[in-house]
Structures are given as C-alpha cells and as structure tokens.
C-alpha cells in the first residue's frame, strides 16, 4: 500500500508524505485492515513543531531499510497531536503508564484493537551507548513478540486498558475550602526556583497560570499586611528570568517553549500559540499589579511578533506554531548566532554593546555546533548605551529576516486562537492598543460563525466540520466570549458564552459533575472511555477553563443557577486540587474565585469618547483578581465599584475611579 498522507490537511501529516512507510491516517479503515491482516500497530503521534519528532522521521522513517520491516510486519498509522488531542490524550497515558513519561514522538505498539501493549518516545536508529535499544532492534522483536508470544501481549494490553480507563476519570470529590489555596501556594513555594525562576530545575516550563493563581494570593494579602513578600518574588523573578533567558526571542518577540537548562538560557526553539497567549496575560496581569517596565516591554514584544508572524489578518485567525528547525538536524540555527554573524551586521560599538548585553562570544551555548550563541540578557547595558542597544537589536533583526524562516503552521484550532483572541483583548487595555481588540474581535466572531453548531459544539478547525465535540474548543471559546463582552459591552457575547456552556451541560455531561473532554464516544480503541481531565498539560486543562467560565458567569449575571454549577463543578475535583498544585492551577484560579470576593466594576454611559469610555478602559487595564467589568448605555456617565457585597457610591470621572481602585 502506498503512503496515504499526501491527501492529509494536516501539515504534520503531509510532511511524513514522501516516507517510504505505508503510512495511515487514523481511522477505522487502519485497524480494520490490522486485523485482517494480524498485525501490531505501530502509532505514531507527533507535530509539525516538534524538533524530535523531526530526528525521528529522518533517522528511521526516511530509512528504507527500517519501512520495509514496518511495511512487512506492522500496520502505520501516524497522528498530529494537534489534530487529535482526544487520541494523544489517551495514549499518551498508556505510554506513561509503562514507561513512566510521554512526550513527542509518541511511539506506541498496539494490538489490532487499538490496545497499546509496548511503546516509548523517541527511539535512536541504533544501539547507543546509554542503553536504548536501536529501533529497528525494538521492531523485530515486537514483530517476533506479537506472534510467538500472544498471550503475553494481550495480557499486558489489557492491564494497560484498565490503567488507562481509570486514569482518564481526574474527577476526585472533595470539600472545596480556602485552605487549598493556602496549601497550593505552599507546595508551589516549594517548587520554586530560589535562584533562577520558576518551578523545579531543567527542564524548565513557564506555568503561567500558576504565576496568575500566586499573583492573586498576594494581592489579597495586601488587605492586612501589605502583601507576602515570598509570593511577590516568585511571580517577580520567575517572570524576570524568563524575560531574561533566552527562551525569550529578544529579537523578535514571543517565547519559545520550554527552556532546557534551569537558567531559561537554551530554548527548544519552536513557539506556541497557545504558551505565548497564556504568558501574554501572565505579563500583562504583573504589569497592571507591579507596575514592572520590563513585563510591558515583554508583552509588546509578544504582540509584535503575533501580529508579524502568527496573524492572517485576512482570514481573521491565528497560527499553531513556528518550528524550532529549517531542516532536520539543524537545530535552532535560524535562532542562533555565531560571533561573526552577529558583529557582522552592527558597527563596532553596537557589536560591543550587544556582546556585553546578549553573551556571544566565540563559543556558545548550542553543542551541535559550538560556535552558535542563544541571544540571553546577560547584564544591563549603561544608560548611555541603551540607544545602541535598541539600534543594535533593530540590525539584528533586520539580518535574521534576510534567513529562510522556520514554517509557521497556519491551522486554526478554535481552542487556541480563542486564547489568543482573550489575550489579545487584554492586551489591548492594558497597553491600549485598539488594532488588538479590533482583530481579537473578528476571530471570535468568525469562530461563531464558522465554528459554531447548536447541536453539536464547537468544530475543532476553522473551515472544517471535523473533528467536533471537544470540550477544550468549547469552553475556551466561551471564555474568549466573556473577554469580548467586557471589553465592548455587546450582550451578544454574553449571549453566545451562554449558549456555548448550556451545550457543554447537555453533551459533556451525564449528569454527575465535571465535563467529559469529548462530546461522544466512536468506539475506536481507547476513544470508547470518556475522559475527565483537570491537569494542566501541557495548556489549560479544559475542566479547569469551564469552572472560571462558570464561576464568572455568575458574577456577570448574579444568576444562582451559574453559582450552582460552579458548586458542582469544583465539588468534583475537591479532592484531585488538593493533590494537584502546580499541575492543577487552573483549577485553583476557578476556586479562588468561588471562595474569595468579587470585583464587579460597572460603567455607565454614553458611547464614544468621554468619561464613560474612559473609565471603562481604566477597569479593564485596573489588576484585581477576581474581576468583572460591565458596559451599559445611559445618558451620563457614572461608575460603581462592588468588593463582594460592598458597592462603592457612583464616581463619574476617571481620576474618581484610579481611587476608588487603589483603596
């Protein structure tokens, strides 16, 4: 059978095309032909961004030797993750479960039913000195295994089954009290990285929501100490040092993913719409509270390069991702820089500046090739050489344009351009950049449009009516709603976040608490148990995103039923907070909002510019935790500010409402 990818939408899909594996795409077809044929399957999940899935492909899948024993003893079926996150959900837990980690590549062995019984990550095509089976060695011995040893592999893929049923129900009920916010900042506490930043050591991911449920906790601790110190440094150095590290793109903005070292210094390099969303209103939310320069800067930059590289202004979207590598095996050089390259495009004392400033030098941080440097804020220039510094990054950038950049995936997942779209419009109070909110506002309403079916949810894909039915396209969605509803006042908004989580109750639900992450079943493997996921792994876990949703639906509207489900909805995961932490900090954002106050900022007022307008802008740029902002039309302008049940008499001038906020 030849190559079924050519035909695939997916850009990870068609990037495999030319392999001389006898790739399928997931569907009942490849396992039906499984087992009339009696073969394992090997599964592999990947991504278009992913820099290992990349080795992997050009070590073994480009290798003919390699197909032609996948293509004599084994059924390919190869998925983007990001096309199906329902699929790499599910086995992403079975590998875990042997293994003890998952990741890109995903690399799983399965009977004919679907039934994971061996698997792994990234395989080298060779022994290596470290242990790891070579992958063509692991092949033969599945393939040796799966027909003289049947028995074991069904018993080993029927307790993985078990595992993995049980596992995808996170749902754990509890008591919901203030003493799990206590608690979780404490473990988080723990976790935090004296030194450099963030949480644990290499490698190291930013946790943005994480940074948001601590920089609430210490806002509220103002009310009677002036704030805990120890809650202020971890938001204040994590966000520093990430700024600081190279898993900023100091160049052109945004972050990377993830850092390798635990001084944020050596990125993998591929970027994600969704982390640069999150991070976007981390900074921005610590900007608004700390009033940080350096955190404005940060968020600028991350709207700069959206809006250059990731915004199709056209289509009214939002890319997935730039790639890490040009090619396979390069490895972050269009990022990096030797000493040459760099100095080559600055005069003499801009390259002086910039060397002192980003640390290159004639040896670098990359080991594949030593020469190339990560461009990371070493130390601060002089004030006097600030000005040269600006110019200096301006060439630098100038010179990286002129490189054939990285492929930027332009498929528009509705979860994920609704989290840029919110972020977008956060971005565009508090740095008071109206073109975001004029593009934030045309995604969300193609989404609607586009995306939208009553009966059946959110599509996961603009432009495309399937995949549908997942949870995390739905509640993102309705979140997004609820952030353009804030930022204009159209009821339409609040309308649609509405509609969109009466449908998540109707087909997420069966009636006990917490929401299925898929809106039915097909029968296919391990897509037959329905999931209840609260972890945030590695975006918002979509649980978590439906109980903010929830509880800021309530105070939106001061409806009981919404009070009601978000009860309900915390109820079912008590316990899981508990345990979760760090892992779980959306969760703990949604709790701390049913167990503290709420700021309700209402404006009223003409349209247009005036104090009304003014005001408006000024509660949305205001940091509260727990905060809603309410728009009406009236003849004069007026403003109340509520804390819980304690309203505020009407202020009708902008400088009236800064008081009011600050007391």
């Known amino acids: ?373 990560v461009l990371w804020w070493k130390q601060d220039p002089a004030d006097d050489e600030r000005a040269v510094l600006r110019d200096a990054i301006g060439k630098l950038k100038a010179a990286r344009d002129r490189r054939k950049a990285p492929f930027v995936d332009r498929t528009a997942y509705v979860n994920w351009n609704a989290m840029m779209a919110g972020a977008f419009l956060q971005a565009g109070a508090v740095l008071d950049r109206p073109e975001c909110n004029e593009l934030a506002l045309r995604v969300l309403e193609r989404i609607w449009i586009e995306a939208w079916d009553v009966g059946r949810g959110m599509s996961h894909v603009l432009g495309r009516s399937a995949p549908r039915g997942i949870l995390d396209d739905n509640v993102q969605a309705a979140a997004a709603f609820l952030d353009a509803y804030e930022a204009g006042g159209d009821t339409t908004w609040l309308e649609r976040a509405t509609a969109v989580m009466t449908y998540c109750e109707k087909a997420h639900s069966d009636g006990t608490p917490g929401y299925f992450d898929i809106a039915g079943t097909n029968g296919t493997a391990y897509l037959a148990a329905r999931a209840k996921p609260v972890q945030d792994a590695p975006t918002p876990s979509p649980n978590g995103v439906a109980a903010l949703v929830l509880a800021r639906l309530w105070a939106l509207t001061d409806k009981p039923e919404w009070r009601e489900r978000l009860d309900r909805q915390l109820g079912a995961f008590g316990s899981s907070a508990r345990e979760l932490s760090l892992y779980g900090a959306t969760l703990l954002r949604a709790i701390d909002w049913a167990m503290n106050p709420v700021t309700r900022i209402e404006v009223s007022g003409p349209k247009g510019d005036g104090p009304a307008c003014a005001m408006h802008l000024l509660a949305l740029q205001a940091y509260r935790p727990r905060k809603v902002v309410i728009r009406t039309i009236a003849d004069r302008p007026s403003a109340t500010v509520c804390v819980g049940t304690s309203c505020s008499l009407p202020v009708a001038t902008p400088d009236a409402l800064a008081k009011l906020l600050e007391s």
Not at 39 to 44: A, E, G, M, S
Not at 102 to 116: I, K, Q, R, S, Y
Not at 141 to 160: G, K, L, P, S, Y
Request: contains cysteine.
């Open 1 to 373: 059978m030849p190559n079924q990818l050519g035909t695939e939408p997916s850009a990870y899909l068609k990037s495999a095309a030319h392999q001389p594996v006898h790739w399928l795409p997931w569907s009942e077809a490849a396992f039906a032909r499984a087992r009339v044929e009696h073969k394992p399957i090997l599964l592999d999940i990947g991504a278009v961004w992913c820099h290992w899935c990349h080795v992997m492909d050009g070590e073994s899948y480009e290798d003919p030797a390699i197909a032609e024993v996948l293509n004599r003893d084994f059924v390919c079926i190869k998925v983007d993750r990001d096309e199906r996150p329902d699929v790499d959900s599910r086995y992403q837990r079975a590998v875990q479960a042997l293994t003890g980690q998952g990741g890109w590549p995903l690399t799983a062995f399965l009977t004919p039913d679907g039934e994971v019984f061996f698997g792994g990550t990234y395989f080298p095509p060779d022994n290596n000195p470290y242990g790891r089976p070579g992958f063509h060695r692991v092949l033969m011995e599945i393939a040796r295994a799966f027909r003289e040893e049947q028995e074991r592999v069904t018993a080993n893929a029927r307790a993985i089954r078990e595992h993995v049923v049980q596992s995808l129900d996170e749902a754990k009920a509890g008591d919901v009290t203030a003493d799990i916010l206590s608690g979780a900042a404490d473990q988080m506490a723990r976790l935090f990285d004296v030194r450099f930043g963030g949480f644990g050591s290499a490698p190291k991911f930013p946790h943005p929501a994480a940074l948001e449920f601590l920089l609430a906790r210490w806002h509220d601790s103002r009310a009677g100490s002036g704030g805990l110190p120890w809650l202020r440094e971890i938001v204040d150095k994590s966000l520093t040092g990430m700024a600081h590290g190279g898993v900023r793109d100091h160049i052109g903005g945004g972050f990377h993913r993830y850092s390798v070292d635990e001084r944020w210094i050596v990125p993998h390099f591929e970027k994600m719409s969704y982390d640069n969303s999150e991070l976007l209103r981390a900074y921005l939310s610590a900007y608004a509270a700390f009033g940080v320069p350096l955190f404005k800067e940060v968020a600028t930059g991350i709207v700069h390069w959206v809006l250059e590289v990731m915004a199709d202004n056209t289509q009214a979207a939002f890319a997935t991702s730039q790639d890490a590598d040009l090619t396979f095996g390069d490895d972050g050089d269009y990022w990096t820089w030797t000493k040459e390259e760099a100095t080559g495009a600055l005069t003499a004392r801009e390259g002086a500046v910039a060397a002192r400033v980003f640390d290159f030098e004639d040896v670098g941080e990359m080991h594949h090739n030593p020469k190339k440097n």
